[in-house]
Each structure stands twice: as C-alpha cells, then as structure tokens.
C-alpha cells in the first residue's frame, strides 16, 4: 500500500448563492481577480465563478440566481468546513480592522496567534473567513512549513504552551545554523570585545 503525495491545493469550491453576491464578496471585498466563469459542468443549471486568491491557485463557486443566501453561521459538524484562512501582508493586516469598519462588517478584531496575527468575519452566507498574517518570513530556500515544525519541536522541547515569537527567531537561527559555511566554529561570537 503507497500514498498518494499531494502537492499543495489546487483548488476549494464553495456553494455560493446568485453570481454577483458571489463576485461582490470574493472580488469586491477580498479583491480576488475574477478569472473566467463557465456552467458547472455536473450541474448546468448552475454556473462555476473563478477567482485568484493571490498565488495562482482557485477559489471556485457554484452560483445559482435562484438561491438565496443567509448570513447565519455555516454548520460546523464534524466533516464540514470550519472557516477558510487566507493570507495578508502584515502592512494590509494594519488596516484590515479600519476596513473591515467602513464596510460595517462584524469581525473579531486581532487575534494573537503567537506565529500569526487573525481577523474572522463572515461572508454574505455565513462562512467564516479569517485573514492572517505571518509574524516571521522563512529564510531564503525553506517555507513557513519548515519553520513552523523547527518552531514546534523546539517548543515541545521546552515544555512551552503555543509557539511564540521566540520559537520562531530560535527555529530560524536554526534552520540558518543548518546552511553551508566556511567557518570550522559557527558558535555565536562577540566581536565587540564585550
């Protein structure tokens, strides 16, 4: 028996409502560029809306103008979806609440994540959204993935609650320690003859 080596998302579909609630959300608010648009093709009387969440990937959703949506709470039994996630810059991240504000939108406020920095609100159907915000940048060559694992041990390591800021610098001088060097002795030095 193997696996099956998955190699990122692809893409998630979402069942929306009617076409332009669909684009005034995903595009209107979140400014996703809508890509093409095409029928569902296991549902013609449905249509299938495209949309760039930012790094090529999709974010699809079958429209129907016959469905209404309502902004209560999506379930959230096992086997459905909690809430999606999606990535900001941290200068974005500084305006997300002002923005979120003028538009009247109901949020969390900022959540601290210890590695990342969450807003949650909901879309016009009830989904929860979050945004957030890496604290930290992976070093040349390696993903937040590999720095969040080197963070992980090291904080399981030290009986630590969550991972915080100081697993993060720790897991990169780590992950930095690990690069080639010329050096016999890489050890921290003070060359300030302090």
């Not at 993903?143 to 697993?167: P, T, W």
Request: hydrophobic share 35%.
């Amino acid at each position: 028996m193997r696996k099956i080596p998955v190699q990122g998302v692809h893409h998630i579909t979402l069942t929306g409502a009617d076409r332009q609630t669909t684009i005034d959300f995903w595009e209107g608010v979140l400014g996703m560029p809508f890509v093409f648009e095409q029928p569902n093709l296991d549902r013609p009387n449905e249509g299938h809306v495209y949309f760039d969440p930012g790094d090529g990937r999709l974010i699809t959703v079958f429209t129907d103008e016959t469905r209404k949506g309502t902004p209560d709470r999506t379930p959230t039994e096992p086997g459905c979806v909690h809430h999606l996630a999606f990535s900001v810059s941290q200068a974005v991240f500084a305006q997300t609440v002002d923005r979120l504000d003028e538009r009247g939108i109901k949020h969390s406020g900022v959540r601290d994540r210890g590695f990342m920095d969450s807003i949650y609100f909901k879309d016009p159907l009830g989904l929860l959204i979050e945004l957030a915000s890496y604290r930290f940048e992976p070093p040349a060559g390696h993903s937040h993935a590999d720095v969040l694992i080197c963070a992980h041990r090291i904080r399981v390591g030290r009986g630590d609650h969550h991972i915080d800021q100081r697993h993060l610098a720790d897991a990169i001088e780590e992950i930095g320690a690990a690069r080639d060097s010329l050096s016999n002795d890489r050890t921290a030095k003070d060359p300030y003859g302090g």
